[in-house]
C-alpha cells in the first residue's frame, strides 16, 4: 500500500460526459501528479500540482482540468469525452517539488472506459 | 515522438538466472533515470535510479548501467526470483523539468521455476 488514494477504481460512461477522478496523496506528501497510460503505452505525464499551486504541465488536454485543494487532495476533470480518452489514471505523490527529491509514489489508479 | 524506449515487451527468465531489462533514450538532457516495478492492479513502484554523473548504481539484487554515450541504460536482476514477475518500467528526467518523469512502454518479465 503506497498511501496514495485514488478514487473510482472503475469508471464506465459515454462519450461527450464529464468524469472526475480524485486523488488522496500520502500523509504529509505536497506535491501531486497526475498520468494517463493508454494501451500498451507507457504513462503520460499531464500535470503536477504543488501545495495547491501548478508546477508543471504535460501534454494535457484542453478538455481536461485539475486542482489541488487547501487539504492536498486533487481532481482531475475531463470533459467532452472521446474513446480515446479511455486509459488508466494514475496519481502519485511526493514530499518535494520534483523527483529528484524523493521517489514518487503512485495510486492503483483509475481506470476510465469510455463507450 | 518516443524519447524512452523499451523495446522488449516481454521477457522470460528462469529462476535463479540473471534478467537484464534494457531501455534507451533520446534526449541528451535526460540526466536522472529510474526504474519503477508494476504489479497488476496496482501502482507503479519506485526501484532504483540513477544520476548520470554515475555509470552504475547496485542496490541487493538490483543494478542499473548507464551508458550515456549509447544513452542506454539497463536493470540487472540477479538471482531472479518468481515474485519479480511484473511490468518494469524505466523513466527519466532532465533537470529543466524536473518534475516531469517520461516513462518508456514497459518491459513485462516472467521468471519461471
Known amino acids: 500500500d503506497s498511501g496514495v488514494t485514488q478514487t473510482p477504481k472503475h469508471l464506465i460512461t459515454a462519450t461527450g460526459q464529464r468524469v472526475t477522478l480524485r486523488c488522496s496523496p500520502r500523509s504529509g506528501d505536497l506535491s501531486v501528479y497526475w498520468y494517463q497510460q493508454s494501451l500498451d503505452q507507457g504513462l503520460q505525464f499531464l500535470i503536477q500540482y504543488y501545495n495547491g499551486e501548478e508546477r508543471a504541465k504535460g501534454n494535457i488536454l484542453e478538455r481536461f482540468s485539475a486542482q489541488q485543494f487547501p487539504d492536498l487532495h486533487s481532481e482531475l476533470n475531463l470533459s467532452s469525452l472521446e474513446l480515446g480518452d479511455s486509459a488508466l489514471y494514475f496519481c502519485?505523490?511526493?514530499?518535494?517539488?520534483?523527483?529528484?527529491?524523493?521517489?514518487?509514489?503512485f495510486g492503483e489508479g483509475s481506470r476510465l472506459t469510455v463507450l | 515522438d518516443q524519447q524512452v524506449k523499451q523495446n522488449s515487451p516481454s521477457l522470460s527468465v528462469q529462476e535463479g538466472r540473471i534478467s537484464i531489462l534494457n531501455c534507451d533514450y533520446t534526449n541528451s538532457m535526460f540526466d536522472y533515470f529510474l526504474w519503477y516495478k508494476k504489479y497488476p492492479a496496482e501502482g507503479p513502484t519506485f526501484l532504483i535510479s540513477?544520476?548520470?554523473?554515475?555509470d552504475k548504481n547496485e542496490d541487493g539484487r538490483f543494478t542499473v548501467f548507464l551508458n550515456k554515450s549509447a544513452k542506454h541504460l539497463s536493470l540487472h536482476i540477479v538471482p531472479s526470483q518468481p515474485g519479480d514477475s511484473a511490468v518494469y518500467f524505466c523513466a527519466a528526467s532532465a533537470n529543466s523539468g524536473a518534475q516531469k518523469l517520461v516513462f518508456g512502454q514497459g518491459t513485462r518479465l516472467t521468471i519461471n521455476p
Open positions: 540513477i544520476s548520470s554523473i554515475k
Open positions: 502519485a505523490s511526493s514530499v518535494g517539488q520534483g523527483v529528484r527529491t524523493g521517489e514518487l509514489f
